[in-house]
């Protein structure tokens, strides 16, 4: 069997990733950001797929490298990533038990202008409209259905983590990480039925 | 498009068709979610949608971050410093923490041990079930010492018998004067008798105090009932007393305890 440690020798990513880790350990507050910089971007981006709620989704990505700051000397070695991610999401879902009795707006940066999607080579007016209109009919159905469907289907299909993966954050079986995701994108379908001609060809 | 709960498809395992879209279906099962996608023209069409609907999730843009998560020294200095009461306390009161089910076990606890010290014919038939097992077995031997040794205390009563009967003779003696003396002289036989046995010693104070004299026979159950007695009028009367209102207070600090709990968790969650 392959030695974990020796591919993740090969990973110059995960190499500085541990690096970093073992100098936050020891107290080096600026190791410690240099791993926040290195993948605030990711998880937020992964946050706030999950929570609808943008000012929610902030508060659960600080708490979830507060938690990692305070776990520094539990961490046991493998990616970095992955760690960060499992806080993250079990944070969101945490969040998201506790506030599913109370609607919120979702994804309110759909409604602001500032958050457009970049405009592709063309510039085609016509499709960056219907592209921002697909981008907003998804995001609406992702908010609908269930937050565990959703973390699924945000951690398989966007974040590219595999089903083994997901089932550790979530600590839940493989089956239950393929039945989510499946079942999450029938529930889109349904949701999005009238819409689908903008997603189609 | 036909209604799909009325047509063949509606019967379909569309989670399979999803699955299949997307190249997950298990090897053992694809042939048949093949099979549903070339002869449905809706699970077709589903296959479709999934499929696009992936690629559409994917191509999302991400979400602008407009803060800084990179913590300052200060607020390093108070994540390192946290006291392990405070640590305690936030998890107690973070959500998906130990404050959710502690508060409902707490609150659960105090309220079946109210209730328990609040009705007061329960400990008490309880505990004078087990006394009473406890005293059943305890006379038990003697009375088993007796019915062994039946010859013994018949024998006492016999010689009791003729030496009353004896006394008759003598002149100026009654018969239930004589009688006393006799059966008083006759119990200390049951301790001869029973010797064997150790717990032998035990039926005399019992006995003693059942006084009739003039049925031997009756003697020992007679005082086993007595003593049954005193032990059902006392027992049950200091055992609930002492530990009732300690069951009370307990229940009462738990269910406060949960409550305080449960109040904290809503606090911070709206906060």
Known sequence: MEDPRASLALDPAQRRDLLLVDRARSGDLDAFNDIVACYQDQLFGLVARIVPDRDQAYDVVQEAFFSAYRALGGFRGGSVRSWLSRMAVNAAMDTQRLRKRRPVQPYPELEDDSWQPPAGEEADPVGITLAAERTAALGEALATITPDQRASIVLFDIEGYDYAEIAEMTGVSLGTVKSRIHRGRLALRALLADRMELFRG | ?271
């Open chain 2, 1 to 271: 498009m036909a209604d799909g709960r009325t047509s063949p498809h509606g019967t379909h395992d569309l989670e399979l068709v999803a699955a299949f879209a997307t190249g997950d279906a298990a090897p053992d099962r694809a042939a048949r979610a093949a099979q549903l996608v070339a002869s449905c023209a809706h699970c077709r069409q589903l296959a479709d949608d999934v499929l696009a609907l992936r690629l559409a999730t994917r191509a999302m843009p991400a979400p602008v971050r407009t803060r800084d998560f990179r913590l300052s020294p200060e607020t390093a200095a108070r994540l390192r410093l946290a006291s392990p009461w405070e640590r305690f306390r936030r998890s107690l009161v973070a959500p998906g923490g130990l404050g959710r089910p502690l508060s409902a076990s707490l609150m659960t606890l105090g309220l079946a041990g109210l209730l328990v010290s609040a009705v007061p014919f329960l400990p008490s038939s309880l505990g004078t079930l087990a006394q009473r097992d406890a005293t059943t077995d305890s006379l038990a031997a003697p009375e088993s010492n007796f019915a062994a040794g039946g010859a013994a205390p018949q024998a006492a009563s016999t010689s009791a018998s003729d030496t009353a009967a004896g006394a008759k003779n003598a002149p100026g003696a009654s018969a239930g004067a004589a009688a006393g003396p006799a059966a008083l002289a006759a119990s200390p036989v049951v301790p001869a008798a029973s010797g064997g046995n150790e717990r032998g010693p035990v039926a005399p104070p019992l006995a003693t105090p059942a006084g009739p004299v003039a049925d031997q026979g009756s003697v020992p159950g007679a005082a086993g009932d007595a003593a049954v007695g005193r032990t059902t009028a006392s027992g049950p009367a200091t055992s609930p007393a002492s530990g009732g209102p300690i069951l009370a207070a307990v229940s009462a600090v738990a269910l406060v305890l949960g409550a305080a709990l449960l109040v904290a968790r809503r606090r911070a969650g709206r906060a």
